[in-house]
């Protein structure tokens, strides 16, 4: 999309097309001629996972959409159809519900990646912002079409995700009387949940448009982080990431089918499958669990306002990270002790999605009773969901602010290809032919 | 075109053109057209608000000889769940006792029911916290327990400890008998 073309159509009709709307020559320098990084590794295939992802909703989605009823009194019979009576409606519905969780998985994995190798700083913001976009909208998604089965964790995770917008000073129950349509979680509620879930997917795909033109501009990044200097840092698209890619989404879609032929309700719960009741809250209401960390921040403050100000600031933050982090390295191989601050976030990253799933007076150590802090056992589920947000945040407002200016880094090679060619073992021969090896 | 001065520059936006009209007609036009995206942005927000018939379903009445001492009755209204108790001679007095308490939202007991039916305590049953069904006789004040994120109310609903910040709402309601109660 950038830089200089070299599509030349061959026949007289791809001539013809070229001058009016040069579609190929679009296709061909974005995926075909596109020069790529010769040293991306495993972590960069999760883009095109991610691409795969999206379309499997879409597409099990659209289907899903031509059986299920979306009206309070039929929502939770129609998902029972689909399983029983429709035509591999049991597949379909699997895949969609798994493929959402698939999706989820491959986002951190790509997100956790963009962190590790600077891939949000200049001049690639734009690019992570998108992608800040792009998680936001997939979150809302998410969160509705879990609510369309209207069984129990639906409506109450409806009724809990809405009431947060309550905690506004002045204009809180107006929001969230607007968002239901009504005084409660109701039919109202569920008919737009529908239709917005039927919308953003399409929405999701326009910023995934915007995310790719916004790569291309200024090219990948890549493990070192340093920028391609010469030809010999690139390799074209195809075949090398093709394939690589390729490669890396049946990977994925071993794992897929594994949960969706094997334990297609691992990944969901229970109570799902019984149909919702407005009068009883299931005793241990969780969200999925992708949002585990998120709800873990929630609880972890004991005031209303404050837990669902620190909650939606987690993912804020994320928008202003390029500007957070000070350090001029991209790549954390070249931060030692960056390297470890990021290992801890991704340790408290899965500890608050494990406190998100346990209930917050539980004990961490079962049967040891330490003393209560302030309002709470210190050896509870919520001080350690506590102590993990207060790294959360530590780590974007202090860390990456502060290290970026005091430490040193080790040496960055001069370019992309110098550690390969300088390396002094004695490389094999087929090693620069070979790029997409070297992780 | 005949009439057309060779040399002189037609472009209007030339310098030494008067800028004042035509600044004025963009201003114009320009303020017609956030005007009226404004005016019909207002039909597409407002149709997410309660419809009409929503609003109707406003009341509900109710025998309260279903309900025996020191029970409760859930009903449905308006969508969200509705406690109706009916109150021990020990759940008021422990309610009374604690209207000295440190409340988060200080009320009285006398304040949340009507004159001399202290026994009737009749609250909407979502947690003023996420809005999830607090539990019956729950918690360390023996009135409800919210399940989902640990808010304890004592027998006069009235938030005790937890995230909650507010006391479970009363409705307004009338005892148009002894034993019937209109809701809404």
Known sequence: MSGHSTYEPKTGVERWLDTRLPIIRLGWDSIVDYPTPKNLNYWWTFGGILAVCLMIQIVTGVVLAMHYVPHIDHAFASVERIMRDVNYGWLVRYMH?????????????HMFRGLYYGSYKAPREVLWILGCIIYLLMMATAFMGYVLPWGQMSFHGAVVITNLFGALPIVGEAITTWLWGGFAVDNATLNRFFSLHFLLPFMIAGVVGLHIWALHVPGNNNPTGVNVKSKADTVPFHPYYTVKDGFAIVLFLILFATFLFYNPNALGHADNYIPANPLVTPTHIVPEWYFLPFYAILRAVPDKLGGVILMFGAIAVLFVLPWLDTSKVRSMRYRPTGKLYFLIFVLACLVLGYCGGQLPDDHVIPGLSTFTLIDADLNSFVWLSRLATLYYFGYFLVVLPILGLTETPTAQPESISTPVLSHPAGMPAGAVAAPEKKG | MADTVVGENPDPHAAGEDPNRRDFIHIAAGAAAVGAVGALAWPFIDQMNPSADTLALASVEFDLSKVALGQQVTIKWRGKPLFIRKRTEAEIAAAIADDGANLPDP????????PGKAEWMI???????LGCVPTFAGGDYGGWFCP???????????IRRGPAPLNLPVPDYEFLSDTTVKVG
């Open chain 1, 97 to 109: 519900a798994n493929g959402a969780s698939m999706f989820f998985i491959a986002v951190y994995i």
């Open chain 2, 107 to 114: 009320q009285t007991d006398a304040e949340r029911h009507k």
């Open chain 2, 123 to 129: 609250l909407i049953g979502a947690c003023t916290h």
């Open chain 2, 148 to 158: 989902c994120h640990g808010s304890h109310y004592d027998t006069s609903g009235r």
